[in-house]
């Protein structure tokens, strides 16, 4: 037996890590980044807003301006608490850790967000999976006799839902949360182009948690994630949170981005106006079927054994996408797109459009 095999936990060496793939010089629609910069004139206000950033200092570890800031401006109810994370993959994890018991499991329905089950592995938590129903809704019979058979110590639904798009159903929502016998995390990492929240059902559920991020909004290179939820949870999460997590410079931008939240909030508009757009678009090529989205992304099927080579075209021409063809069985012959914008969409449709004809 080799050091590494002695050494490393066989869980850990079983995984294949995230991968990122290349994206320079490609038009990145892979990774659902809203694809605006700041204008001109806040960017400079912007830059203004970090001079004198005393970056010999550590952070704030406990930065209450900008927690209140995230509380007032995504109507925290009253007796919750909100943490804050290095993008919400640190929060996953702070959570993962905290409930992995010797046994205890966390139970996803799928295919979802890759990361829940990745970070629940190397946690050392039990991964029990659902299949979602072919229409990519949640198969609430067969989630409520999972949780009775395995009786997770941990849940997460990403709603919406990550790469289908689309939104559960709100009444099997409930059911889930009242049935389990732990944590609920309900996952609105795309709220802003949903708009339907489970952020009222704290106050009735005191197991429940939301996650959020500012990542989907314009501010994917700062990482920040924040969960909300009852200070009985939260607080003991934080003893499990490496100190000064959160940086100067994501904390003093994250305020000024708050400070503007009604240009954030007019971007989204524009994409979720875009979307739709794109889903025509999409849905009008031979042999493509565009699923409804209420995220900043599209899933699309491509007709059978076209999905590889269309990736590939994609990327030939210059365009980055995700290719879920093999993930999961759900996802056969399946793309993931991001809305971009107008002329990056118009560039997308054209390429494919090209490809599924037979014209390059």
Same mark, same amino acid.
């Given at each position: ?16 890590? *995230? ?6 010089? $490609? ?30 200092? *550590? ?56 990361? *829940? ?38 849940? *997460? ?121 794109? $889903? ?67 560039? $997308? ?12």
């Amino acid at each position: 037996m080799s050091r590494l095999e002695a050494v490393l936990r066989p869980e850990i060496r079983a995984l294949s890590a *995230y991968h990122v793939p290349p994206a320079a010089g $490609l038009l990145k629609l892979d990774a659902m980044e809203n694809p605006y910069r700041w204008p001109g004139e806040l960017e400079d206000a912007w830059l203004a807003s970090l001079r004198g950033a005393e970056l010999n200092r *550590y952070p704030l570890p406990h930065p209450a301006d900008l927690v209140q800031a995230l509380a007032r401006q995504a109507g925290v109810p009253p007796g919750c608490e909100l943490l804050l994370g290095n993008g919400s993959d640190e929060l996953i994890q702070l959570i993962d850790l905290c409930v992995a018991r010797p046994g205890a499991c966390v139970l996803l329905p799928t295919p979802t967000f890759s990361m *829940y089950s990745l970070i629940a592995r190397v946690a050392g938590l039990d991964v029990r999976e659902v299949p979602l129903r072919a229409d990519f809704g949640l198969d609430l019979p067969a989630m409520l006799a999972a949780i009775a058979q395995h009786r997770p110590a941990l849940i *997460y639904l990403a709603c919406p839902n990550n790469p289908t798009a689309g939104l559960f159903d709100v009444d099997a929502v409930r059911a889930v949360i009242a049935a389990a016998p732990g944590l609920v995390v309900v996952d609105e990492a795309y709220f802003p182009f949903a708009g339907r929240s489970v952020l009222p059902w704290l106050l009735e559920f005191e197991h429940l948690l939301v996650l959020r991020t500012l990542s989907k909004v314009g501010l994917a290179g700062l990482r920040l994630g924040y969960l909300i939820g009852h200070g009985q949870w939260l607080r003991e999460f934080d003893k499990a949170r490496l100190p000064y997590n959160i940086n100067t410079l994501t904390q003093l931008s994250a305020q000024f981005a708050l400070a503007h939240a009604d240009r954030l909030a007019g971007e989204a508009a524009r994409i979720r106006a875009d979307r739709a757009q794109l $889903l025509a678009g999409l849905g009008a090529l031979p042999g493509v079927t565009a699923y409804p989205s209420d995220t900043n992304f599209i899933l699309l099927r491509l007709p059978a054994g076209r999905a590889p080579g269309a990736h590939e075209a994609l990327r030939r021409a210059g365009i980055l996408v995700k290719n879920v063809h093999g993930s999961h069985p759900l996802l056969a012959d399946c793309l993931r797109v991001t809305v971009g914008t107008a002329a990056e969409n118009d560039a $997308l449709l054209a390429a494919l459009a090209a490809h599924l004809t037979g014209t390059t």
